[in-house]
């Protein structure tokens, strides 16, 4: 019992690593302008076909099971499995089996048979091999059918006919090499090797195996049962499609309207060709990369057009599948080794060499190693969880409402601002969707700048207020933390035309009235000319500098007289010491770490810098000398909002705008109760005069002052 609880122990933890691995290749292994959607894709997928799916899998699984278990016992083998046993040894096989490059994850079902089941190892690899070679065929009988349809159907397409030739030459190839070509060179090598007895130890041992898998191959052939493993096969197949099938429908029909409708034959030849990616002799885990390479092949060669939608959904088909294939491949694995009661090397050495202290040590190593493995395996779950959860949240959040006692804090707000000459502009989700608000001063009315159904951000104002960029990501919801799945747009405030000025970009800021700079693919902060379109790099890790190459970058500033550039990143990157996240100052080839904090950025002359900085359990806005880095509290709130973030000086130099939210458990950006204030510079700051009054997340504010 307590050898199998370390196996038991062992086989969780390692279900629980593979787990972390799929979760980790979705947390770093997908671009981050594609993260969003196929975040998006995963919660839109409808769960009644996955539960489809997951029946036609657990059918197939049985048939694949049968299967197995009748060419073992075709192949002479007689210590045979139960059905039960087989099916537990398949559902490993399913989920081993795409751990290495060329399906050797296979050789996982013949030592689940040899040492649980003592199975010979001579009729392990022959019932793998020759199901192998019957998938092939099963293959071709596939292909052939679809050439059939369309010859009834729409006409028949080259990719297909190319795919059924090349299934029946594979199909020809294995099939021959099985049953004719080993049998023939078994006996060739056997007439060569005449004194068997004085060969070399491995020669005779090579020799008798290869002599008992062909011997397993031809009682198998002889048997007469060929075409019943052929149908077997062909239902295993169909199974497989059919599932595949409903999976891919199971993203694309909430997401992507253009896949959905997409003719059966096509949907089910990528399918094909993602499998035939996967099997290829290529260094990927879990196939990933290679299974969606092989699926949009084929979706190219159909001319399908939404290429950017079918690499969301064939890698959303791929996790859907792996997740299902590695729990029920691990609860089986668990279940295999409590049951399997063999191998208890422990209590056969302590009988043998009667050593009870060997014993015991061997059960304490045994122990103390499963505890590490389930101990590993569980805390890398936990992290890649913990990960995923840093991505930003992975819904908007709910719109919130009005405030308590809004109409006597807007009267005391509106008396505080009514002399202004200028509005604030922020982005709120108060409607439900993360727009543009313009609040104007002087009537205290607020008015929505845009409306488009994707979120909207970090919006700022030209220093002649008569235009505003932002980001509007490419998906109705991406988090912020996310810097690249953005694209920046010009906003005419008078006439309201709106034009796109850069592709995966973020962090917009004005030069002049006609320049931008703006945080482009994560890494490089680019420079645009709006009225000329024309753009350039001002400043890219690695290049011309001591940062690391491909650094990842947040909200860039350029000094709009020096073209200096400060940012936020990690800490690591930039070369400070202290606190997780810094902030930096580049000027030509050099830079210098500022101190923990974040929201590094320019005054609007160019003078002086600011930074939200923080404070024991809160955040405040310091105003920092270039310099000498001497710093000062700027903005420091009491009471109820004393959490400060996003400040923004006014062209003017006069007002510095800014949220503020509850503390620092209110500190998410995309989620929380952020409020918008207004600071007169000079004056008391714990005096700032509140703008908003929702329980909706606004945020990214600016002001412009005549």
Request: proline fraction near 3%; charged fraction near 15%.
């Amino acid at each position: 019992m307590f050898k199998n609880i370390l196996k038991l122990a062992l086989s969780i933890g390692l279900s629980l690593a593979i787990l972390a691995l799929l979760l980790q290749m979705v947390n770093s292994g997908v671009p981050d302008a594609e993260r969003p959607s196929v975040f998006n894709a995963l919660q839109n997928t409808s769960l009644s076909l996955v539960f489809a799916y997951l029946l036609l899998y657990l059918i197939a699984l049985g048939f694949r099971a049968y299967r197995y278990r009748l060419l073992i016992h075709l192949s002479g083998e007689q210590n045979v499995p139960t059905v039960g046993q087989m099916w537990l040894v398949t559902g490993v096989r399913n989920m081993v089996v795409d751990m290495l490059p060329a399906r050797i994850g296979e050789l996982g079902y013949v030592a689940l048979l040899n040492r649980g089941y003592g199975v010979k190892l001579e009729h392990c690899v022959s019932s793998l091999t020759i199901s192998v070679a019957f998938d092939f065929v099963a293959l071709f009988i596939v292909a052939l059918a679809i050439v059939g349809s369309q010859m009834i159907g729409e006409g028949i397409q080259g990719w297909a006919v190319g795919a059924m030739f090349m299934a029946i030459v594979v199909s020809a190839i294995a099939v021959l090499g099985l049953f004719s070509i080993t049998p023939w060179v078994t006996r060739k090598v056997s007439q060569r090797v005449t004194n068997k007895q004085q060969s070399k130890l491995w020669v005779r041992q090579a020799l008798d195996l290869l002599e008992r898998f062909s011997s397993s191959l031809e009682q198998v052939r002889d048997s007469g049962k060929t075409m019943t493993v052929l149908a077997v096969s062909v239902v295993i197949r169909v199974l497989k499609y059919l599932g595949f099938f409903l999976l891919f429908q199971a993203v694309a029909v909430p997401s992507f309207e253009s896949l959905a409708s997409l003719p059966t034959g096509h949907v089910v030849g990528a399918l094909i060709g993602g499998e035939v990616g996967a099997s290829m002799p290529i260094p990927t885990f879990m196939s990933f990369g290679a299974y969606e390479a092989g699926g949009l092949l084929v979706f190219q060669l159909l001319g399908v057009a939404d290429q950017a939608a079918a690499t969301v959904t064939f890698l959303c088909v791929h996790i859907w599948s792996q997740l299902m294939e590695y729990t029920i491949g691990g609860l089986l694995l668990a279940l295999f080794v409590w049951l399997n009661r063999k191998g208890k090397r422990a209590e056969m050495l302590a009988e043998a060499t009667g050593s009870a202290r060997r014993a015991k040590v061997i059960a304490l190593v045994s122990f103390i190693s499963a505890g590490i493995v389930l101990a590993a395996g569980s805390g890398f779950f936990v992290y890649q969880v913990w990960s995923a959860t840093k991505l930003g949240s992975l819904s908007a959040p709910a719109a919130g409402g009005t405030a308590d006692n809004v109409e006597e804090w807007q009267a005391l707000s509106k008396q505080h601002v009514s002399n202004i000459k200028g509005f604030a502009v922020f982005s709120s989700n108060r409607d439900g969707n993360h727009d543009i608000f313009r609040l104007n001063f002087s009537t205290f009315e607020l008015d929505k700048l845009t409306t488009h159904p994707h979120t909207e951000t970090y919006p700022r104002i030209s220093p002649d207020g008569k235009h505003l960029v932002f980001s509007r990501a490419h998906q109705v919801w991406v988090s912020q933390r996310n810097t690249v799945a953005w694209d920046v747009y010009l906003k005419d405030l008078g006439s309201g035309h709106e034009r796109l000025i850069a592709k995966n970009s973020t962090a917009p800021r004005w030069l002049s009235n006609t320049e931008i700079t703006y945080l482009q693919d994560g890494t490089k902060v680019g420079r645009a000319n709006v009225v000329t379109q024309q753009s350039s790099v001002v400043f890219e890790g690695g290049i011309g500098n001591q940062i690391p190459k491909g650094a990842s970058l947040q909200n860039p500033s350029v000094n709009p007289r020096t073209l200096d550039v400060t940012f936020t990143a990690r800490q690591a990157h930039i070369g400070t010491t202290t606190g997780h996240w810094g902030t930096a100052i580049t000027s030509g080839d050099t830079h210098r770490g500022v101190m923990n904090g974040c929201e590094l950025a320019w005054s609007s002359k160019g003078d002086y810098l600011y930074q939200v900085n923080p404070d024991a359990e809160t955040l405040r806005i310091m105003k920092i000398d270039p310099v000498t880095l001497a710093s000062e509290v700027m903005i420091d709130l009491n009471g109820e909002f004393s959490h400060e973030y996003w400040p923004k000086e006014s062209w003017n130099g006069e007002y510095v705008v800014f949220g503020a939210s509850r503390g620092k458990k209110d500190h998410e950006h995309d989620t929380k109760d952020y409020e918008i204030f207004l600071w007169k510079v000079g004056s008391d700051p714990k005096k700032a005069t509140r703008l908003t009054f929702h329980t909706g997340n606004d945020n990214w504010p600016d002001v412009f002052i005549k």
